[in-house]
């Protein structure tokens, strides 16, 4: 919803909102050691290439290694040698990555109207069995999925309202219960914020219940990295 559209009462109310969250404004969440991005990710980005960069041969090459990478971890075999001639990675066929966004109101209000409008859009429902698909239902008219589809659908609705990949992460957590969780971090000079489908309200990502376990890096498709073990605001206990 364009601020320019908002009732005064509401825009009020997201100025304010905005103010709070400057004064409190956090720090980029940390990134740790490089980590292997998930397999429903890689799947995801293998079928729908231009929902996950800009180049679909290079995503497509980076979630072939990214597949390779992780057999091979997973059997004890060495990771597989580079291509002598490299393959073109989405970085490189992309511009460098941009600033991150000012939080200004309008980019706020745009923050806290695509959280909004999807967690109203989607209804919840969770995968079955062992799998693990990530999509876009609203793109393919099924209304349904679970918290990846949901913050998939964020990241697209941000890309179509101007935001830059780079500041736009997936990111995987634990819940406060220890269920597996993934949001939407938008990462601005104000700090990251968090798009979650458990609430409409946009959060600092150190003021969440959960604790953190890894996120995507500059928009990177195949960039991903583990987030220390202390950061979080969920108990230590929790996950285990």
């Not at 400057?22 to 995801?44: C, D, I, K, Y």
């Not at 429902?125 to 949901?150: F, H, I, K, N």
């Not at 634990?174 to 309200?201: M, Y």
């Amino acid at each position: 919803m364009p601020i320019y559209t908002l009732p005064r009462a509401g825009l009020l109310a997201l100025v304010l909102s905005l103010t709070a969250q400057m004064a409190w404004a956090a720090p980029s969440m940390p990134v740790g050691r490089t980590g292997l991005p998930p397999v429903g990710w890689v799947a995801f980005c293998a079928e729908r290439p231009l929902a996950c960069g800009t180049d679909a041969e290079a995503v497509r090459a980076g979630a072939a290694r990214a597949r390779a990478e992780r057999e091979a971890l997973l059997g004890g075999r060495p990771l597989p040698e580079a291509p002598r001639t490299p393959v073109p990675s989405a970085a490189a066929a992309t511009p460098a990555p941009a600033d991150p966004p000012i939080l200004s109101p309008g980019v706020w209000a745009l923050l806290v109207s695509v959280n909004a409008k999807v967690n109203r859009d989607l209804r919840p429902r969770a995968d079955t069995g062992s799998a693990d698909d990530w999509s876009l239902p609203l793109q393919d008219g099924v209304g349904v999925g679970d918290c990846e589809d949901y913050a998939l659908e964020k990241a697209q609705a941000l890309l179509r309202a101007g935001l830059p990949r780079s500041a736009l992460n997936l990111a995987l957590a634990t819940t406060e219960t220890g269920e597996f969780h993934a949001v939407l971090l938008v990462s601005t000079r104000g700090g990251d914020f968090v798009l979650d489908n458990r609430t409409d309200e946009v959060r600092r990502w150190d003021q969440v219940p959960y604790r953190w376990r890894a996120r995507q890096v500059g928009g990177e498709p195949f960039a991903w990295a583990t987030a220390p073990r202390a950061v979080g605001g969920a108990d230590s206990r929790a996950g285990r």
